[in-house]
C-alpha cells in the first residue's frame, strides 16, 4: 500500500479510530498522529497537495515499530506497516531521510550494522565446522553481535554442545530487513542479493539465527525482492533448531533456572509475523516443568517492545516507554524473569527495567535454554534486566 491507496482507505475507516486502542505509539504518547488512522490522514493530505513534507511529519511517520499490532482489532484488517513502509520509501526517494535514519543506512551499507564495525565475535566464535563446509550456517544479525554479544556465545555453546558442523561469517552482510523498514528499498535488495551470493558459496543445509527481522527476510522479503537462495536450505529460528535437540537427544535433565514465575514475549516478527508461537514456548515449559506466564495480550495480539523498524535507536526513548506499557500486561503477580526471542526486544525490555528499577530480569531463549544444559556457562540477568 503507497500513499494513493491510503488516501481511498482512509475514506473508509476515517470514522473509525480502532488502532488508537492497539497502537503502540499512540498507547505511549496519546498522539493521534502516530496512528495508522493519523498516518493515513496525514499521507492522504500530502497526495492531494493540501501538505508538503515536513520535518516533523516525517518524524511522526517513523514513529511506528512497524509491528501490525492495531491490524488485529481493525475492522478492516488494514495492513497499516505496510502503507508506512511505502511513505518511508516516498520519503528517501524525496531526500527527506531523518540524519539519524540515514546513519543508520550508511552504517548498514558500510559495515553490515547499524554500530559500525562488527565486533570481531564470529572469528573468536566461528563455529566447529570451517568455513564452506558447514551443514549449518548461523546468522547473528544486524545488531546482536554489539547489543547482545551473550545471545551469541550461548547460541555457539548449545550448537557445539549438540555436536552441530557449524559457522558463521566474520563479515555477514545485511539481509536487508532494516533498511527495507527504514525505506530503502532498492538498497535493501542490493543487500539481500551479497547475502544470497555468500550463502550460495557455502551451500549449507540449513540456516539459523536468533534475529526475527533476519529471517523474516529471508523466508518473506527474499521471495518478494526476487533474490533467490539455493532451493532446500531450511530457515530457522533459533528456537526451532535448538528444540528438535530436545526431543530427539533427552538429556539428563536440566538445572534449575533459579526462578518460579518466567514470562513469554512474543516478538511481532517472529509470532504475529511468521507464526513462530510454540517452539521457545515448549522450550520454557521443558526447562521448568511448567508453561509460561502469558502476557494479556499475547501470541497474535501481542504487545510491542518498540523495537521494530529501528525505533530503540530513532527514537530511544519513546521505544522504552512503548516497552514499559507492554510489560504492564503481565499478570499480577508478575513476573520474575522475561524471556525473548529477539535481541532488539530483550534490548529494549531491559531498558525498560532499567528506568523503572524493576526487579525482574530478561533473558533470550537460547540464553535460558544454555544455562539449563551448561550451567556454568549461565547468564544471570540481575534487578533492571541487566545481564551479568
Not at 505509539?25 to 501538505?51: M, N, Q, W, Y
Not at 513502509?85 to 550508511?106: F, L, S
Not at 533427552?250 to 509470532?271: N, Q, S
Not at 526487579?359 to 535460558?368: K, M, Y
Request: glycine share 10%; hydrophobic share 35%; proline share 6%.
Amino acid at each position: 500500500m503507497g500513499i494513493a491507496e491510503a488516501r481511498e482507505t482512509i475514506r473508509a475507516c476515517r470514522h473509525c479510530f480502532m488502532c488508537r486502542y492497539r497502537n503502540p505509539g499512540f498507547i505511549a504518547t496519546k498522539l493521534e498522529s502516530v496512528t495508522p488512522h493519523g498516518h493515513g490522514i496525514l499521507l492522504s493530505e500530502i497526495d492531494s497537495g493540501k501538505r508538503k513534507w515536513s520535518a516533523e511529519i516525517v518524524d511522526k511517520i517513523y514513529q511506528s515499530p512497524l509491528g501490525g499490532e492495531c491490524r488485529q482489532d481493525c475492522a478492516y484488517h488494514w495492513p497499516e506497516d505496510e502503507m508506512t513502509r511505502h511513505a518511508r520509501a516516498e520519503i528517501i526517494n524525496a531526500q527527506w531521510a531523518p540524519p539519524v535514519v540515514r546513519g543508520i543506512a550508511e552504517s548498514i551499507l558500510a559495515h553490515g550494522t547499524p554500530f559500525g564495525a562488527r565486533n570481531g565475535w564470529a572469528k573468536a566464535h566461528g563455529g566447529s565446522s570451517a568455513g564452506k563446509g558447514a551443514e549449518v550456517l548461523f546468522l547473528s544479525g544486524d545488531a546482536a553481535e554489539h547489543l547482545q554479544p551473550g545471545i551469541l556465545n550461548a547460541v555457539s555453546g548449545l550448537l557445539d554442545l549438540f555436536g552441530v558442523p557449524w559457522a558463521a561469517m566474520e563479515n555477514e552482510s545485511p539481509s536487508g530487513a532494516t533498511l527495507f523498514d527504514l525505506g530503502f528499498v532498492e538498497e535493501a535488495r542490493r543487500a539481500a542479493s551479497r547475502l544470497a551470493d555468500e550463502i550460495s558459496r557455502r551451500k549449507p543445509a540449513t540456516i539459523v539465527t536468533t534475529c526475527p527481522h533476519t529471517l523474516r527476510a529471508l523466508r518473506e522479503f527474499f521471495p518478494q525482492w526476487g533474490v533467490e537462495l539455493p532451493r532446500g536450505i531450511e530457515l530457522l529460528h533459533t528456537s526451532e533448531f535448538f528444540l528438535r535437540f530436545l526431543k530427539e537427544q533427552a538429556a539428563g535433565g536440566f538445572a534449575d533456572p533459579g526462578v518460579d514465575r518466567i514470562a513469554y514475549h512474543d516478538c511481532a516478527e517472529l509470532g504475529r509475523k511468521l507464526g513462530v508461537f510454540q517452539p521457545p514456548r515448549e522450550i520454557v515449559s521443558r526447562i521448568t516443568g511448567k508453561a509460561p506466564i502469558e502476557f494479556h495480550r499475547c501470541r497474535e495480539k501481542s504487545g510491542s517492545s518498540g523495537a521494530g523498524s529501528s525505533m530503540f535507536l530513532t527514537h530511544p526513548q519513546l521505544s522504552v516507554r512503548i516497552a514499559q506499557k507492554t510489560l504492564e500486561g503481565i499478570p499480577e503477580p508478575g513476573a520474575e524473569l522475561l524471556v525473548t526471542g529477539c535481541p532488539t526486544c530483550k534490548t529494549t525490555f531491559q531498558r525498560a527495567l532499567e528506568a523503572t528499577q524493576s526487579a525482574t530480569g530478561v533473558i533470550d531463549v537460547s540464553e535460558l535454554l544454555a544455562g539449563a544444559l551448561m550451567p556454568q556457562t549461565r547468564t544471570r540477568s540481575s534487578k533492571g534486566g541487566k545481564s551479568q
